[in-house]
């Protein structure tokens, strides 16, 4: 089913293809916020798949710089359930929106074994002063994630379920594809289960079942034992319904178009 603006989109999911492969996208802006926190951070620490970086209702004044691994930030129902608000992927920053040392509204849970440094948040003005362009990159990173937060709520409030499972393979192949510089392939570790995806997307796993299932049949996407194959991106992004802007907000290019 052909949708208003589809070549658009087309052409934004090619250009950023050839631009991943000639190494011009990536997370450039969370890297260099990496290096100049290296000399503030108190330490690195070491937190194992299916571990809490930052639990529920904790007070927090640090934050957390993700140097290697995957994560997400969640929060819990009353009854147990788990809604995953956002994943998190190398060059993210935990704990921002914590400023002032406020209990944690949401939990960050290890999706693989991580690497965090730790950053004391009183550090974040000597920071500020000495590298004056941090500001400016933390503002971005910030944006970036509140844009990923709207769109998660776009999703689960209004697209289908078809359309958020794909939205969601598209975010997160592109997101990890964009750190890869001159890796062109259609295929990647996704550490995510099934459980994961429905968590993320409001769906039961019966249905995340189905709609994997039916994008396997139709030659689409193949998702079997945390690998991620993209066999049609185009029709993945038609099904996704994506917006360019969308794509960019997640690529983040070094230079403008």
């Known amino acids: 089913m052909a949708r208003s603006g589809y070549g658009s989109k087309k052409k934004v999911l090619h250009h950023g293809a050839s631009q991943l492969a000639s190494g011009g996208l990536d997370d450039a802006s969370s890297f260099e916020v990496l290096g100049a926190i290296a000399n503030y951070k108190t330490g690195d620490k070491e937190v194992r798949a299916g571990q809490d970086i930052v639990r529920l209702g904790e007070r927090c004044d640090v934050i957390y710089a993700l140097v290697a691994g995957w994560a997400f930030l969640y929060s819990l ?27 944690a509204t949401y939990g960050v849970e290890a999706l693989t074994d991580v690497t965090v440094s730790i950053l004391p948040q009183k550090a974040l003005e000597p920071l500020s002063r000495n590298h004056p ?102 029709r993945l992004a038609d099904i996704a319904n994506i917006e360019p802007q969308m794509v960019r907000a997640w690529i983040r290019h070094r230079q403008p178009d």
């Open 133 to 234: 362009q941090i500001g400016l990159l933390l503002a971005g990173l910030a944006s970036r994630d509140r844009l990923l937060s709207y769109d998660h709520l776009t999703s689960i409030g209004r697209r289908s379920a078809h359309e958020r499972v794909a939205h969601l393979l598209l975010e997160l192949f592109v997101r990890s594809h964009a750190q890869w510089p001159g890796h062109l392939i259609e295929e990647m570790h996704l550490p995510l289960t099934q459980e994961h995806i429905g968590d993320a997307t409001g769906l039961t796993g019966v249905h995340v079942n189905r709609v994997l299932q039916d994008f396997r049949r139709e030659k689409i996407v193949e998702f079997r034992y945390r690998r991620l194959r993209i066999r049609d991106p185009d």
């Open 77 to 103: 129902l009353q009854d147990g359930q788990r809604q995953i608000l956002q994943f998190a992927l190398p060059g993210a920053l935990l704990g921002l929106d914590l400023l002032g040392g406020g209990h």
